[in-house]
């Protein structure tokens, strides 16, 4: 690697912990995947390009393996580009067509998640790979959402499993609605676009970008089928 990749990394380093451990940054679970060191990063090129894509899928599978076998609460991965971002449509164009080629990569042997559904028009609908369900949440520079705002394109990449367990240990609904109230104070509204997982579909909120009721996912998924299609 070279010294001027080192530099770019540390930038990237940099600018990340400075966002997340503003006193006033409004997500809890990122603070605690950024204090806590339970983060994972990974610098790749353009957002779904073919030349890429396999390395982030190579870490991202390293990442569910992780964060399974520690049972982490917080255990985060962060893939990280080097496009230019010139609206929020555009990063939220190329959010998905970096997933699709996720899932094109995957086998017609892996089989989706079948703890959520693979119809992103579903109330329950989550991306799943490697047969793990993960919510994503989006970060670029032209975001109208300050806690999403950030100097590189991003996908956080975080296990579905992961919230399910802060409800069966009674955390989630409060940690929600300090996550709120503090998003409230850090842009004076909270974000439209967030719902409830299982209240309002999933997809619409992974780009940040505020849509309409008639927004289409522009994802279809390929390889992978659910288990109730398989029999």
Known sequence: MSNCENDHIRQIHSNLT?????????????????????????????????????????DLKQYTRETIESDSDYLTFIAVFTDEIH?????????????QKLNDLESTEEIWDPSVSNNPGDDNFSFSFGGTA??????????SRKARRFSFPAMAFNLHRQFD????????????????????????????????????QEAPQYSGRRVTKDWKCPFHPGNVSSEKEKI
Not at 46 to 53: E, I, K, N
Not at 134 to 143: C, D, K, N, Q, T
């Open 165 to 200: 367990k802060l409800r069966e240990n009674d955390q989630f609904e409060n940690m929600k609605k300090v996550i709120r109230e503090r998003d409230m104070d850090y842009q004076g509204s909270i974000n439209p676009m967030v719902e409830d997982f299982g209240e309002g």
């Open 87 to 99: 609206s929020e449509l555009d990063f939220e164009n190329k959010l998905w067509q970096q997933l």
């Open 18 to 58: 400075k966002k997340i451990t503003d006193p006033k940054y409004p997500c809890l679970g990122a603070k605690a995947s950024i204090n806590t060191g339970q983060y994972r990063l990974g610098v790749y090129g353009s957002m779904a390009s073919d030349g890429f894509t396999p390395q982030l899928s190579k």
């Open 134 to 143: 993960f919510f994503i949440v989006g970060l670029h520079p032209r975001s």
